[in-house]
């Protein structure tokens, strides 16, 4: 029988050991810096056992937003001459209060504050009140920067945090990364190349980057004729969500809702351009205005959203028939399918959570719970991995990986309860 309890304490010590005082590595060598959506997942972990910290992560996030309202999906806040692309490539210097990325990623951090405030309601009111206009700012500014209709699209495969999705696979063949140049990757040296994005991969999203930093990051010129853009269910509906968390902050703070309300509303409207003619939600390509045809992982967070599907319930219950290890991050029967490859395949644990949580509250508690089971079982027998082959279980890219720890400890382990 599985000690959970010695479990619990193996993914506190990675938050603690991944800590760098005031914000979490999403892993040791990997990554040595603060990334976006990792650190609002690392804040649920940390309000498992230490609110304090756990507010301090969001507010370390937050210190970084630009005047124009957007979070980096990187901050840089101690050099690290070894990691590419580091500040130097991206060019930022001057825009942001911390030197960072030019772009952002999904919008967690709302999600994240509501789960401390949940857990704890007599700690941080102030600290919530403090960070709320900060969280408007950043959802003004995916609304103003990202909106096609409602739906919310992504100006590089980095922001939407699926780095090599299939998803992406349209636009991308589209650039031609001329003058790119030579450079050495830091991922390839940690992490067997087998299970990374490729260099014709990176070769375009080094030329994006290459883009932003000629443009001066300014989004009224990078709008123009934007080789990118491709429409999102992941960054869509965590967005949609994370609105509504913001909604209830607002209420718990005597702020406020009414815009906040009508980007609601609008992704509602927006998001139902992302089911395709099955009505599966996927990806549009907004240069050709096509579906990429994609099932992903990210697919079945419409639950999350409070979307709900007859064709993706189909589909959820194809995918546990078809694959030991649900949700792969890219479906099992499909050509793109790499049961390895980074977002072409693998299970995330962090996803599993989102999907799980989704489907609980949408009354598919079997299909919550049955997810919520295998996860742990991944997590049991094979450690905090970044991701796991869907087909074996077996763990890949980094390990002891921040927030596979994190959401472990506020909904896999079984003293966190059931999804």
Same mark, same amino acid.
């Given at each position: 029988?599985?000690?959970?309890?010695?479990?619990?304490?193996?993914?506190?010590?990675?938050?603690?050991?991944?800590?760098?005082?005031?914000? *979490?590595? +999403?892993? &040791? %060598?990997?990554?040595?810096?603060?990334?976006? =959506? $990792?650190? @609002?997942? !690392? #804040? /649920?972990?940390?309000?498992?056992?230490?609110?304090?910290?756990?507010?301090?992560?969001?507010?370390?996030?937050?210190?970084?937003?630009?005047?124009?309202?957007?979070?980096?999906?990187?901050?840089?806040?101690?050099?690290?001459?070894?990691?590419?692309?580091?500040?130097?490539?991206?060019?930022?210097?001057?825009?942001?209060?911390?030197?960072?990325?030019?772009?952002?990623?999904?919008?967690?951090?709302?999600?994240?504050?509501?789960?401390?405030?949940?857990?704890?309601?007599?700690?941080?009111?102030?600290?919530?009140?403090?960070?709320?206009?900060?969280?408007?700012?950043?959802?003004?500014?995916?609304?103003?920067?990202?909106?096609?209709?409602?739906?919310?699209?992504? *100006?590089? +495969?980095? &922001? %939407?945090?699926?780095?090599?999705?299939?998803? =992406? $696979?349209? @636009?991308? !063949? #589209? /650039?031609?990364?001329?003058?790119?140049?030579?450079?050495?990757?830091?991922?390839?040296?940690?992490?067997?190349?087998?299970?990374?994005?490729?260099?014709?991969?990176?070769?375009?999203?080094?030329?994006?980057?290459?883009?932003?930093?000629?443009?001066?990051?300014?989004?009224?010129?990078?709008?123009?004729?934007?080789?990118?853009?491709?429409?999102?269910?992941?960054?869509?509906?965590?967005?949609?969500?994370?609105?509504?968390?913001?909604?209830?902050?607002?209420?718990?703070?005597?702020?406020?809702?009414?815009?906040?309300?009508?980007?609601?509303?609008?992704?509602?409207?927006?998001?139902?351009?992302?089911?395709?003619?099955?009505?599966?939600?996927?990806?549009?390509?907004?240069?050709?205005?096509?579906?990429?045809?994609?099932?992903?992982?990210?697919?079945?967070?419409?639950?999350? #959203?409070?979307?709900?599907?007859?064709?993706?319930?189909?589909?959820?219950?194809?995918?546990?028939?078809?694959?030991?290890?649900?949700?792969?991050?890219?479906?099992?029967?499909?050509?793109?399918?790499?049961?390895?490859?980074?977002?072409?395949?693998?299970?995330?644990?962090?996803?599993?959570?989102?999907?799980?949580?989704?489907?609980?509250?949408?009354?598919?508690?079997?299909?919550?719970?049955?997810?919520?089971?295998?996860?742990?079982?991944?997590?049991?027998?094979?450690?905090?991995?970044?991701?796991?082959?869907?087909?074996?279980?077996?763990?890949?890219?980094?390990?002891?990986?921040?927030?596979?720890?994190?959401?472990?400890?506020?909904?896999?382990?079984?003293?966190?309860?059931?999804?």
């Amino acid at each position: 029988m599985m000690d959970h309890a010695s479990i619990d304490a193996k993914a506190r010590d990675i938050l603690r050991g991944n800590d760098r005082g005031g914000y *979490t590595l +999403p892993t &040791e %060598g990997l990554y040595p810096y603060q990334w976006n =959506w $990792d650190s @609002a997942f !690392a #804040a /649920i972990g940390f309000a498992q056992f230490d609110v304090d910290r756990a507010w301090t992560e969001i507010e370390t996030l937050m210190s970084g937003q630009w005047p124009n309202g957007m979070v980096p999906h990187i901050l840089f806040h101690v050099p690290d001459p070894g990691y590419f692309p580091g500040p130097d490539v991206w060019g930022t210097d001057g825009i942001g209060p911390i030197a960072s990325s030019g772009i952002s990623q999904p919008p967690v951090a709302a999600t994240a504050a509501r789960a401390i405030i949940e857990k704890a309601p007599d700690q941080g009111r102030d600290r919530l009140a403090a960070l709320f206009p900060k969280l408007k700012a950043w959802h003004s500014w995916f609304m103003t920067w990202r909106n096609a209709g409602g739906a919310i699209f992504i *100006t590089h +495969p980095w &922001e %939407g945090g699926r780095d090599n999705a299939p998803d =992406w $696979d349209a @636009a991308m !063949a #589209a /650039i031609d990364p001329v003058g790119v140049g030579e450079y050495t990757r830091r991922d390839t040296s940690h992490v067997d190349p087998s299970m990374r994005p490729t260099k014709d991969d990176y070769d375009r999203y080094i030329w994006l980057v290459q883009r932003g930093r000629r443009l001066g990051w300014d989004e009224a010129e990078m709008a123009k004729d934007m080789p990118f853009k491709v429409a999102d269910p992941l960054t869509t509906f965590v967005l949609l969500r994370a609105n509504r968390d913001l909604a209830a902050i607002a209420d718990l703070l005597g702020e406020d809702r009414a815009e906040i309300d009508r980007w609601t509303a609008e992704i509602e409207t927006g998001v139902e351009a992302l089911r395709n003619a099955q009505g599966v939600f996927d990806s549009i390509n907004l240069r050709s205005g096509l579906h990429t045809g994609c099932v992903t992982s990210s697919s079945f967070l419409c639950w999350y #959203a409070g979307v709900d599907s007859d064709a993706m319930r189909a589909e959820l219950a194809q995918t546990f028939e078809s694959c030991p290890y649900p949700i792969p991050s890219q479906k099992v029967e499909s050509e793109h399918f790499d049961a390895k490859r980074y977002w072409r395949g693998p299970t995330w644990g962090i996803v599993n959570a989102m999907i799980a949580r989704g489907l609980s509250e949408m009354g598919l508690t079997d299909e919550a719970s049955r997810l919520t089971r295998q996860t742990r079982t991944l997590m049991v027998e094979n450690g905090f991995a970044e991701y796991y082959n869907p087909l074996t279980g077996a763990p890949a890219g980094g390990g002891t990986f921040t927030w596979t720890a994190a959401v472990w400890l506020a909904w896999a382990s079984p003293t966190a309860g059931e999804a």
